[in-house]
């Protein structure tokens, strides 16, 4: 069970991934290449422009909303514009954006609507609402907008602002399929509502992401040799960090590791290699590595043997072996007495 907090402005507190080469590549539904798409991407070429062109180009087809509806794609949509539902007005607009050169990308997930030609349905079976985003490169961040509603309400505005209403499940931007949104999970041959969504009556509590740390170091190493350890922060939480601050420091000798994630995933976690050499010193001395990630923090304690530590072992067995081999040179006929004792 997961707590929905909808804004209608973006939450400046929460950092979006920027767009990548992929956020414009052809693929399957989105068929930048084809000749038609790549016709309409040159007479339109912003974002409002393609929105406009959808939400006049294509009909909404209710009728195929009650035959569970196979995705057609853009191309196949502009072939069959009476037959469309939500799946065609998004992929159209993201093939043609894409190939103008604007990265787009689709949203899964719930759409509350009074449309009572959509709620008898949605009361019984997993009826999911897809619709776009594209990337404003001067706002830098991802707009939701909605054409396949402003063609069932009669022009009703989803462009400048969308609406308390759409909920994403999930997001379809490096692959047009994949992953897959709730509600596609279930057995097979199994039938009716697998996902529940109520309205709250009062706000919940905002979940946040709890970060751990760990330090794997020797507790003993050796002056004027390198050291080696790892560093683990993980997201313990079920919900994504939106930034992560992870900061590294050790005595006698500061590594002054930083870093900076964005969109740390729930339950994930990355490892930092850590490495140190403590100049050589005559006496045992200590150490100390802190980490800190966040709110959460970690220190792991370790001692400096000095250098000469290793030398003490190795000159004990050489003086051992040199009386033993004096023995067997200078003195031989104690050796033959003893072994004709014996």
């Known amino acids: 069970r997961a707590s929905v907090a909808i804004t209608l402005n973006p939450n400046p507190n929460y950092t979006e991934s920027a767009p990548t080469e992929g956020s414009t590549k052809p693929d399957q539904y989105w068929e930048t ?5 790549i016709s309409l991407a040159n007479a339109y ?17 209710y009728d195929r909303v009650n035959q569970n509806p196979i995705r057609k794609g853009a191309v196949a949509a502009l072939a069959n514009p009476t ?13 043609v954006a894409r190939a103008a050169g604007i990265p787009a990308r689709e949203v899964v997930g719930f759409a509350y609507t009074t449309n009572t030609k959509l709620r008898p349905l949605s009361l019984l079976t997993d009826v999911l609402h897809a619709w776009p985003e594209y990337y404003d490169t001067e706002k830098k961040t991802w707009v939701p ?9 009669g022009g009703v505005n989803y462009f400048d602002k969308l609406d308390f209403n759409h909920i994403a499940f999930t997001i379809h931007g490096s ?9 596609s999970y279930r057995k097979s041959g199994g039938e009716g509502k697998t996902v529940q969504v109520r309205f709250a009556t009062v706000a919940p509590d905002a979940e946040t992401g709890k970060l751990t740390t760990q330090i794997n170091f020797p507790k003993q190493i050796t002056a004027g040799m390198e050291a080696r350890g790892l560093v683990t922060v993980t997201n313990t939480s079920g919900v994504a960090i939106p930034k992560a601050d992870i900061s590294i420091q050790s005595t006698p000798v500061d590594v002054s590791i930083t870093r900076s994630l964005t969109d740390m995933p729930p339950f994930s976690s990355t490892q930092i290699p850590i490495t140190l050499t403590i100049p050589s010193a005559w006496g045992k001395t200590s150490g100390r590595i802190t980490v800190q990630a966040n709110n959460a923090s970690a220190q792991a304690f370790f001692t400096v043997q000095p250098f000469y530590g ?14 033993l081999a004096w023995i067997l040179l200078a003195r031989p006929h104690v050796i033959w007495r003893t072994f004709k004792k014996s």
């Open 45 to 61: 070429r912003t974002p409002r422009a393609i929105y406009d062109y959808v939400v006049s180009a294509l009909s909404y087809n």
């Open 83 to 95: 037959t469309a539902v939500c799946m065609e007005f998004t992929d159209l607009f993201i093939a």
């Open 145 to 153: 907008i909605d054409p396949t509603w402003a063609k069932t309400t």
């Open 310 to 323: 290793l030398l003490i072992p190795a000159a004990v067995a050489f003086i051992a072996l040199l009386l």
């Open 175 to 183: 692959s047009s399929t994949y992953p897959y949104p709730a509600g």
């Open 33 to 37: 290449e084809n000749a038609k798409i």
